[in-house]
């Protein structure tokens, strides 16, 4: 599998945006690349169909925002807050979230391989549907989140914490439960056979 979060410093960007106001602007259908985003209020901001590529995001609060079939591609977000944010059928493959914070954070559908989301706290937050292939989730606190239909194949799930989450429907094949927390974890009955073979149990 393909290590995240090491591809050494972000994409130089361009052109720098700082310390803007798009709160509730419609950013639909904008197209930015290598720009870099500091200090930018985006709560209550829209998008739809909107790409942003290797771009930079420092200290951008996308909270209450909404954002449908938009793509964050190998994008780069520090201390970023995603209060209550919504993102529908998006792409943000190959990004990388540092010191963000997630509460309440809502992802329906969409594709998210190869994320670099380590050491996050994505406590209560719904992940439904959405594709998280070889995703970076070391130290990830999923505690009370929901997780359902989600594809973690290959993802790097070492010392997560999925206490309480809702996995029923998907993909656990990369789970190994000696090296993650899942007390009182939600999972259906082929997730426990593919669990019980990870742990060398012999079903049937």
């Known amino acids: 599998?393909?290590?995240?979060?090491?591809?050494?410093?972000?994409?130089?960007?361009?052109?720098?945006?700082?310390?803007?106001?798009?709160?509730?602007?419609?950013?639909?259908?904008?197209?930015?690349?290598?720009?870099?985003?500091?200090?930018?209020?985006?709560?209550?901001?829209?998008?739809?169909?909107?790409?942003?590529?290797?771009?930079?995001?420092?200290?951008?609060?996308?909270?209450?925002?909404?954002?449908?079939?938009?793509?964050?591609?190998?994008?780069?977000?520090?201390?970023?807050?995603?209060?209550?944010?919504?993102?529908?059928?998006?792409?943000?493959?190959?990004?990388?979230?540092?010191?963000?914070?997630?509460?309440?954070?809502?992802?329906?559908?969409?594709?998210?391989?190869?994320?670099?989301?380590?050491y996050a706290d994505l406590t209560g937050t719904t992940f439904d549907g959405v594709r998280l292939r070889e995703a970076d989730l070391r130290n990830t606190i999923c505690a009370r989140a929901t997780f359902r239909g989600v594809d973690l194949s290959g993802a790097s799930l070492r010392q997560t914490d999925f206490t309480e989450c809702d996995l029923r429907g998907s993909d656990l094949s990369a789970l190994d439960p000696r090296a993650a927390t899942v007390t009182g974890a939600k999972i259906d009955f082929s997730q426990a056979i593919t669990i019980a073979a990870a742990l060398g149990m012999d079903v049937g």
């Open 1 to 118: 599998m393909v290590e995240r979060g090491r591809r050494g410093l972000p994409p130089e960007a361009g052109t720098t945006i700082r310390s803007v106001s798009w709160d509730g602007d419609d950013l639909s259908g904008q197209e930015h690349h290598r720009v870099e985003f500091v200090d930018v209020d985006m709560t209550e901001a829209t998008s739809s169909r909107a790409v942003f590529s290797e771009c930079t995001f420092r200290g951008v609060r996308f909270n209450v925002s909404t954002h449908t079939e938009s793509a964050f591609l190998n994008c780069t977000f520090v201390r970023c807050s995603f209060f209550d944010a919504t993102f529908t059928g998006c792409k943000l493959v190959g990004s990388t979230f540092d010191d963000c914070t997630f509460a309440l954070l809502k992802v329906d559908g969409g594709d998210w391989s190869f994320a670099a989301l380590p």
